[in-house]
């Protein structure tokens, strides 16, 4: 690993440092609370200590590609892994943040090992009784939260990847579900399908 990639993974354990104390410290993240369709998903991670995975980072800023290198590692090398999945329909009746609390109660659950601290990035989920630090811009200041971040969009995305096999008109492969032209364009002319967030769309 380069000395300046090192660095910067030393860096994005500020959170990990602060609380090195504790054994099992959760990073938790999700994707898809803007997309005009499909689910959102949450997922929680438990990172052994001093745990270096190269090219980590927010997945916003990691292209397709190397995610799914980072996903298959993080498997590899996570102490745990939960994930949680609130639909397109429960997300029109209950709002898209309470359901990504809802996915996130999911993922917290879903671990084989209890975190003693949950790491989040800018919420505080309700109804977990774990000690929360809710981190503002979380993804670029621990690297539990930046592995979770990737778990979850990978999740997402290859979710995504099978719904275009049944709605190939809409291009889910090619959006993910948010509101690029060419799903505005398809949504005009063949109206919504079933993982449609009905809320979402006004026309």
């Not at 991670?45 to 800023?61: A, G, H, M, Q, R």
Request: proline share 4%; net charge neutral.
């Amino acid at each position: 690993m380069r000395q300046e990639e090192y660095e910067r993974l030393t860096e994005m354990m500020e959170y990990e440092r602060k609380y090195d104390g504790y054994d099992y410290i959760c990073g938790i993240d999700e994707a898809g609370r803007g997309p005009l369709a499909g689910p959102v998903v949450a997922a929680a991670v438990i990172l052994p200590k001093d745990c270096y995975i190269e090219y980590l980072n927010d997945s916003k800023k990691v292209p397709e590609k190397r995610r799914e290198l980072l996903y298959r590692e993080i498997h590899e090398k996570a102490i745990a892994i939960g994930t949680g999945t609130v639909s397109s329909e429960v997300i029109d009746e209950i709002n898209v943040l309470n359901a990504t609390y809802q996915a996130m109660r999911e993922a917290i659950s879903g671990l084989s090992v209890k975190p003693q601290i949950i790491l989040a990035d800018a919420v505080h989920i309700p109804g977990v009784e774990i000690f929360q630090e809710s981190i503002i811009k979380g993804d670029a200041k621990s690297v539990s939260i930046a592995a979770a971040s990737i778990i979850a969009k990978v999740t997402r995305d290859r979710m995504m990847y099978e719904y275009d096999k049944i709605y190939p008109e809409y291009g889910f492969a090619r959006h993910k579900g948010y509101g690029t032209r060419f799903h505005m364009d398809a949504l005009k002319r063949y109206g919504q399908c079933p993982i449609h967030r009905r809320t979402y769309i006004h026309f």
